[in-house]
């Protein structure tokens, strides 16, 4: 039975840890009966928790992540590894020597403000909380601790230039019809026209294979990326997607098919030796350069995939096709990054519902005018 006793001047906690062991806890000689009894109530918390570890084993939050990390290492892609380990390297310093167990919400809230305050991005800063939250939820199911204090936490709001990486910038239909006759290459004016008219991400494009290519169909099928030099499948099961394409981009991929060499690879938009194309001089050579000749102010190459979803929106389209099309893992991300795009009116919707409810039926509403009276 757990208690307390007081022997030269200090109180001392007396009690068995959740493995049935016999331990001893001295408190310092300011700590009073009262607070000496509420540290007992907090130490059987922990221990009908699971919870318990004695103080010179418990281990920092160093020790937590790099077994967390290591845990890991298995289920990562080696460039998701090296970011996780680079965000453990480089970003919490203040907390590495604490005891996991004395980490608490304003912790993590004075960790996030330090961070703001340096300036940093908002989008980044969200991506290392992600890994910090791993962190202490790992440390939760190895009972290190008994509530994750990420969870809790005040986090930093994102404007729609965080959630999309920057500005959106949105070219009009005119502007593309520029860009596309700016650009002499074949390969280069089929590859942008691809990413316009089907929203896919770079690295989708880039680790596109003939044989994704559905002709009979009219489709495309989303079935890996392209990033760091290296070919992965994609992160989602909802980036694993088959894309619908106009007759207009079927044709001109018919013709660069007959057109473009053959590689070893089967890539849609292979580089002059056969392999991957380089995404960093494909922008610097060719897209920048497009929209220059186009006068078109520069924008980044992933917003002709904003184009193709506001393009999709202007034209009334379902929410839920646009997110299947996008790749996004629910309607929601789409919303949250597109709504600022969507009409805040639209009375077409409204003469379409007056329609469905009385034309149909052939009721004999009266009309008014516009100001209220009958005619």
């Known amino acids: 039975m757990a208690c307390i006793t007081k022997r030269r001047d200090r109180w001392i906690i007396d009690f068995y840890d959740q493995h049935g062991v016999r331990r001893w806890k001295t408190l310092r000689k300011t700590i009073t009966k009262t607070e000496a009894k509420e540290e007992l109530r907090n130490v059987e918390d922990m221990i009908s928790k699971g919870v318990f570890m004695p103080l010179g084993k418990t281990p920092t939050f160093k020790k937590v992540a790099e077994s967390w990390l290591e845990y890991k290492k298995s289920f990562l892609r080696i460039t998701t590894y090296n970011v996780y380990s680079g965000h453990i390297e ?72 965080d959630q999309t990486g920057g500005k959106i910038e949105i070219l009009s239909p005119e502007q593309i019809r520029a860009l596309l006759e700016a650009i002499p290459d074949q390969k280069y004016k089929t590859l942008f026209l691809t990413a316009i008219m089907t929203g896919a991400r770079q690295g989708e494009l880039l680790g596109l294979k003939w044989s994704d290519v559905d002709f009979s169909k009219k489709q495309i099928n989303i079935n890996r990326t392209f990033n760091h030099q290296q070919f992965f499948s994609p992160k989602t099961k909802q ?125 004999n509403m009266v009309a008014v005018n516009e100001s209220g009276v009958a005619v």
């Open 90 to 161: 480089n970003h919490f310093s203040e907390l590495l020597e604490i005891k996991i167990n004395r980490i608490m919400t304003n912790n993590i809230e004075k960790w996030i403000t330090k961070r703001q305050s340096e300036g940093m991005n908002i989008l980044t800063l969200r991506k290392i909380i992600v890994t910090l939250n791993q962190i202490m939820a790992y440390a939760v199911r190895h009972k290190l601790i008994d509530s994750n204090p990420v969870r809790d936490a005040e986090r930093p709001r994102k404007s729609i230039d």
């Open 239 to 363: 980036s694993v997607r088959a894309i619908d394409c106009p007759p207009s981009l079927i044709q001109e991929l018919r013709l660069w098919k007959l057109a473009s060499p053959r590689n070893d690879l089967d890539l849609v938009f292979a580089n002059d030796a056969g392999e991957a194309m380089n995404y960093s001089n494909m922008v610097q050579r060719h897209f920048f350069k497009g929209l220059k000749k186009a006068e078109i102010p520069r924008i980044r190459f992933h917003d002709l995939r904003h184009s193709y979803a506001s393009l999709l929106l202007h034209q009334g389209e379902n929410i839920k096709y646009i997110q299947t099309q996008l790749g996004h893992s629910s309607p929601t991300v789409t919303l949250n990054v597109y709504s600022h795009l969507m009409k805040k009116e639209n009375q077409e919707a409204a003469c379409r519902l007056e329609d469905t409810i009385f034309k149909i039926s052939g009721s």
